[in-house]
């Protein structure tokens, strides 16, 4: 002993378990429902769209380090995996495959790796990704079509079940509930025309509904989430706050513009449930680089994508607004973080 | 009733079991010690002996080198052999005082006892205080008459007294409260005398209900003492965070406990302060937690001041070949050691040896902002963005985001994902800061 080499540095000599590749791969864990919803919703199409995302993406992550000199560690790949998935659960299911290689390369390269590489891009990559998308590829990003059991119950007509569900396809064109909303109030249809088109809770809840391919079933996105908060990967404060004042925003406003509708009339329910708003809630608005750090800041973030998801979805051009609602508050994450520090220990004390 | 208080703080592997249930156990009297001139904060000591003079055991070899500054007394009998520079544990080479014990240890007569808590006068008993060189025994070793003196205007109402232990694999305290509560009690109460406080609080870690007990008993006859069982959290022993436990008092760091009524003293050195005062004994032991996997028979020892750490590894059954890390405190706070040519001082409160599989070599990952070391930070510092801005050399944001509230618990680093050195960044700032206004003083002097 008294001859060896003895290891000399800075405490703490205790670290916690965990890592950042740990937290990575728990998020690609808490995803896999969700992937596995929609290759049974969707079928052989999404597992097509979701591998070559994610080959995409992490490609994309690995020449960018070697473009940039540096190597490329666990936490890297990890968390271009997650990129990958994400681009591709936010396209839609008649989406072609290079469509959203082109996609997760664009949220990598540009969002992330211009912006200083991982832990310093200000915007959500596959947000980005998907925006880009958006705006490049505007018709194959809206041209939506029927889950494999909607198809299934239009080939075999049953008069009950059209009541309820009605995936009707007028001329060639398929419409998810949050467009079909949208095209009735440009329309100016009454309410309760609009009420009947749309699927119910339960069909929203599960998932079996025409949508972007991971967004559709809250259900199967919940139970990542729920594993994902088991773990402390992720808190409550943003997804709570996101959903509930996006909840409260469409009781107050989601039925104001319709023909017949009121202020306070509106469905929180379906304004959870229809669109994006779980998937954004639980799986991008809580990705910890591009959200505040501390519990206040967290709240004031959700409350903020709810807010402007409902503004878009009652007002805007669009049927969804959830990408531009975290989108731009991403771009305030250093201004809310800014204002809402820790209070510092013994900060009230008075002498 | 467990109290529980503060925010943030962490829950470490307490890893306490090795030595929990080892009694105390004297050292063996060392062959030669080595007492640093500077055991303690402030100003370091002035020698009064002289090369090749003989001295006793408790006679005193270095005088305060001022106000905030600690008396050091031999800790055997025996001649001064050198006074120069040696290996410190708190790095580089320090002036210190070598004794070569003559094996005889003859106790030296200088010190007389002065008396109890019932016939001493306040001033009395910090004056034996002083001369016995007695300073916080938690690991600081903040000298303790400098703590007894209030500021005139200020009227002590609680004397706290820590028994926490909250670092990991320690039980030195654990040990004392369990063996000696009566000492601990009768110390206690000659500090409260020391400044008039009204009533005197022990604060203990649920996990130790031994110690709660055995000290409750101690205390039993006298109302004004209580006794507490604090939730079991890293730092929980930290004197601002005690406090707040206790009773509910955030006081900020730039605060003296002091300056708010609050004297804060560790179990151990409280029973130094009986031995001081009611034995006439002075401050030339301590126990010792000598643990970690890397130790052969872990064990609590009452070790004689300045006993050079290689050879009381020795007396813990040696270490094993694969031995790695040497560390002087506990695992959270505590330093590490490139020699075992260092001696134990009054703060040191254990020695950890690690074996190659506990020492932890990570690289470190950029920050990913996922916020916990924000979160666990009994600080409530901003310490992810002020590790950042320590890292890319902007220490002038890490001063306006309070760095220098931050006491080095090394929570930050435990919980952080990235394994980034997120104390080691605060540190370094610290330090920066320091110097700059240190510059700037001297250039306004000028």
């Known amino acids: 002993m008294q001859n060896r080499f003895l290891v000399v540095c800075s405490s703490p000599h205790f670290r916690a378990k965990g890592s950042t590749a740990r937290i990575m791969f728990d998020v690609i864990i808490a995803l896999l429902p969700a992937a596995i919803g929609a290759w049974v919703f969707f079928r052989g ?14 490609s994309t992550e690995l020449i960018m380090l070697r473009v940039r000199k540096r190597k490329p560690t666990a936490a890297d790949i990890s968390s271009a995996t997650v990129t990958g998935i994400l681009v591709a659960f936010c396209v839609t299911s008649t989406f072609p495959w290079w469509g959203a290689v082109v996609g997760s390369a664009f949220g990598i390269a540009i969002a992330k790796h211009c912006f200083g590489g991982l832990g310093f891009n200000i ?61 009735g109030i440009l329309q100016k249809r009454s309410t309760e025309e609009i009420e009947r088109g749309l699927p119910s809770y339960w069909r929203l809840f599960v998932g079996n509904r025409g949508g972007c391919l991971g967004e559709t079933s809250a259900l199967l996105l919940l139970a990542g989430a729920v594993y994902l908060l088991l773990r402390r990967v992720i808190g409550l404060h943003i997804p709570l706050s996101f959903l509930g004042s996006l909840g409260l925003f469409g009781w107050i406003f989601g039925a104001a513009p319709m023909v017949g509708g009121g202020v306070f009339r509106g469905d929180p329910l379906f304004h959870v449930l229809a669109g994006g708003a779980v998937l954004g809630a639980f799986f991008m608005a809580t990705d910890m680089v591009t959200s505040p750090m501390t519990p206040k800041g967290k709240v004031v973030f959700g409350c903020g994508c709810g807010l402007i998801t409902g503004l878009i979805r009652t007002w805007g051009g669009f049927p969804e607004g959830v990408s531009y609602s975290i989108f731009l508050m991403n771009m305030c994450v250093p201004l809310i973080d800014r204002f809402t520090m820790p209070r510092l220990f013994g900060a009230d004390f008075k002498k | 009733m467990v109290k529980t208080g503060f925010k943030g703080g962490v829950h470490p592997p307490y890893s306490k079991e090795g030595t929990r249930d080892r009694e105390i156990r004297k050292a063996a009297l060392p062959k030669i010690v080595r007492l640093p001139l500077q055991q303690h904060i402030g100003a370091p000591a002035n020698p009064v002996v002289k090369l090749g003079d003989h001295v006793k055991t408790g006679q005193l070899v270095a005088e305060p080198g001022g106000y905030v500054s600690a008396a050091i007394h031999s800790s055997v009998s025996g001649k001064i052999t050198a006074i120069r520079p040696f290996p410190h544990p708190l790095g580089s080479r320090m002036p210190a005082i070598e004794i070569e014990s003559d094996g005889w240890d003859t106790l030296s007569e200088d010190m007389p006892p002065v008396g109890d808590h019932l016939s001493l006068s306040p001033e009395q008993i910090v004056e034996a205080v002083h001369r016995a060189g007695i300073v916080g025994l938690g690991g600081a070793a903040f000298p303790t008459h400098v703590k007894l003196k209030p500021p005139q205007n200020v009227r002590i109402h609680t004397l706290v007294l820590n028994g926490a232990e909250c670092e990991p694999f320690l039980t030195c305290d654990f040990r004392l409260m369990v063996e000696r509560p009566n000492e601990i009690v009768q110390g206690a109460l000659l500090l409260k005398k020391a400044v008039s406080s009204e009533r005197i609080i022990v604060g203990v870690e649920a996990n130790k209900p031994e110690a709660i007990e055995s000290l409750s008993r101690a205390a039993a006859s006298y109302r004004e003492i209580s006794v507490e069982s604090l939730e079991v959290k890293y730092p929980q022993g930290s004197e601002l965070q005690l406090i707040k436990s206790l009773t509910g008092i955030e006081l900020p760091k730039s605060k003296l406990p002091l300056e708010a009524g609050f004297v804060v003293q560790n179990v151990g050195t409280a029973l130094a302060v009986f031995e001081a005062v009611v034995k006439g004994k002075p401050l030339y032991e301590r126990v010792v937690t000598i643990a970690g996997n890397g130790v052969k028979e872990p064990c609590n020892l009452l070790v004689r001041i300045g006993t050079l750490f290689g050879e009381l590894l020795e007396q813990a059954g040696g270490v094993l070949d694969d031995a790695a890390k040497l560390i002087v405190g506990g695992p959270m706070m505590g330093l590490t050691q490139h020699t075992l040519d260092v001696p ?9 040896i690690f074996r190659e599989d506990q020492v932890e070599v990570a690289d470190a990952l950029v920050c990913i902002r996922c916020g916990r070391c924000e979160t666990y930070c009994p600080a409530g510092l901003p310490t992810a963005r002020i590790g950042l801005a320590a890292e890319f050399g902007k220490f002038n944001i890490a001063e306006s985001l309070d760095v220098m509230e931050c006491m080095e618990c090394g929570c930050c680093s435990y919980v952080c994902p990235s394994k980034r050195p997120m104390t080691h960044y605060m540190r370094a700032a610290k330090a920066e800061i320091m110097q700059k206004q240190q510059m700037e003083k001297a250039a306004s002097a000028k």
């Open chain 2, 344 to 352: 134990v001082t009054k703060g040191t409160c254990g020695m950890l």
């Open chain 1, 45 to 58: 199409r999404a597992l097509v769209v979701i591998i070559a995302s994610v080959a995409g993406a992490v």
């Open chain 1, 123 to 183: 915007f959500n990559p596959a947000l980005a990704g998907r925006i880009f998308l958006m705006h490049a590829y505007v018709a194959r990003m809206t041209s939506w079509e029927p889950t494999y059991f909607e198809t299934k119950e239009l080939s075999s007509p049953q008069p009950t079940h059209a009541a309820e569900a009605s995936p009707k396809v007028d001329g060639e064109t398929y419409a998810t509930p949050l467009g079909k909303v949208k095209e």
